[in-house]
């Protein structure tokens, strides 16, 4: 019995080159204003039309600042690259959301939330965090500029298949560890490179229960673990989350469509390349201590010593400088000086409704700059109808405007060099988020902890 990766891929399949590469067809074409500019160059200068434009979609995210969006964007570059995806996007006759419109925000988080992104198709964009998709039940994955072009002429793309593998998480998830946490244990599991050449189907008990929010924060981290991309099975969870958005089936659509997603999962005897179990009783809130995603402790932990780590860890003195840790230090009662809520990862309704449970009746600490920043303007509309924004603000918070913001450094949203942000986004490398920069990633529970203590607290003490 294949698996649900195969099918999904097969069903795709156009052609296979012998010994070589397979042409894939592709469903969902997603382009931002970075690593699209040259892909529409290169359509122009071969005199090419996009071969099936209603299954493109354009959204400038990586350059947008999160306050002021309705004035002239100040930084010249960024504002070149927006001012080019509407042009680009005109030119070419594609959908684009364009910046400070309702539809605008964190393109793998307007997708799924717009009915954009269903179970079943291939999704690709000039992003690494594509793998985000995948929890809708699709093949979803990142692209390069040049292979964004070949999409945008054909509709298909050349891929080696990526072998199979499966995680199986059991059991339930304590008090205070989110999806984000289960990521993080299994990036530290598995290294930064521990799932390379495979496509990673998460399943088991906590999968099943977790939100959408949640898997789609789970599949957004697959890439992190050196995967080509991580998808989770449709099923009840996925088509309520699916009914009634925008873009849909409906009606005898809807019927047919649901019908046929349901037959989305592997069979019972289907044979994958690796499988992997993990128990939920494992996981706590967790931290990152280094400078990649994989160098995290749950938050009670220590640090490793040297001598506890396998040969692969390499850089692991240079990251504790970098970050100015030590070996065999705990990070509880660490100040820190920014927290960053936001990014693909932590950006959707979930997210909010989380730090403002931890915040509520507190105050920020005054050592503290917060950037709460949605995943879109639709995101930013629940914050204020469910009055999330009153807590908030209550406690000293500002929500701000939509936009990748701090989870990278290429607008406004820079952490100055040397100072420690505790951030809901995907990468603490060197300098991601600003020159300098010192990034412990963590989930949105531990940035609000970390938030009103001003130190690094574990969020089970104020939950």
Request: proline share 5%; aromatic share 8%; net charge negative.
């Amino acid at each position: 019995m294949n698996t649900l990766f195969d099918k999904i891929w097969d069903a795709h399949v156009v052609q296979t080159v012998d010994d070589g590469p397979t042409q894939l067809y592709i469903d969902r074409l997603y382009c931002h204003e970075v690593t699209s500019p040259q892909a529409f160059e290169g359509m122009r200068a071969r005199g090419l039309r996009c071969f099936r434009p209603e299954q493109i979609v354009c959204m400038p995210d990586h350059n947008t600042p999160t306050h002021d969006q309705d004035k002239p964007i100040e930084d010249p570059v960024s504002k070149a690259q927006v001012d080019m995806l509407v042009q680009n996007a005109a030119d070419f006759g594609l959908k684009h959301f364009g910046m400070y419109s309702k539809d605008n925000g964190i393109i793998h988080v307007v997708g799924p939330e717009k009915g954009l992104s269903l179970p079943g198709m291939t999704i690709v964009c000039g992003d690494s965090h594509t793998s985000t998709h995948g929890a809708m039940g699709a093949v979803a994955f990142g692209i390069g500029t040049s292979e964004v072009e070949m999409v945008m002429a054909s509709q298909c793309i050349l891929q080696q298949k990526p072998k199979s593998m499966r995680i199986t998480i059991n059991g339930t998830l304590g008090k205070g560890v989110t999806a984000k946490d289960v990521a993080l244990y299994l990036m530290a599991k598995l290294t930064t490179s521990g799932a390379t050449g495979y496509f990673v189907e998460y399943a088991g008990e906590v999968v099943k229960a977790l939100s959408m929010e949640g898997r789609l924060t789970l599949c957004n981290l697959s890439i992190e673990m050196g995967a080509r991309g991580g998808f989770i099975a449709p099923d009840e969870v996925t088509f309520d989350y699916v009914k009634g958005k925008e873009y849909a089936p409906k009606g005898e659509e809807w019927e047919g469509a649901v019908a046929y997603w349901k037959t989305l999962k592997s069979g019972d005897d289907a044979v994958f390349d690796k499988e992997l179990t993990f128990d939920a009783k494992d996981i706590e809130p967790r931290i990152t201590y280094g400078t990649n995603p994989g160098m995290g402790i749950g938050i009670t932990e220590t640090i490793p010593l040297t001598s506890d780590l396998s040969p692969l860890t390499a850089g692991f003195e240079k990251a504790l400088q970098y970050m100015g840790f030590k070996a065999g230090e705990c990070l509880l009662g660490k100040p820190i000086d920014y927290v960053f809520l936001g990014a693909c990862t932590n950006g959707r309704i979930e997210d909010f409704r989380a730090f403002a449970s931890i915040v509520k009746g507190r105050k920020k600490a005054d050592n503290v700059v917060a950037w709460l920043v949605p995943g879109s303007w639709a995101v930013r509309q629940q914050i204020e109808d469910e009055g999330l924004d009153k807590v908030l603000k209550a406690s000293g918070f500002e929500i701000r405007q939509p936009g990748c913001s701090a989870c990278l450094a290429m607008n406004d949203d820079k952490v100055p060099a040397g100072k420690y942000a505790v951030s809901t986004s995907n990468r603490n490398f060197e300098g991601r988020q600003g020159p300098g920069s010192r990034t412990i990633l963590a989930s949105p529970l531990v940035a609000a902890a970390a938030a009103v203590t001003g130190v690094i607290t574990d969020p089970r003490e104020l939950l």
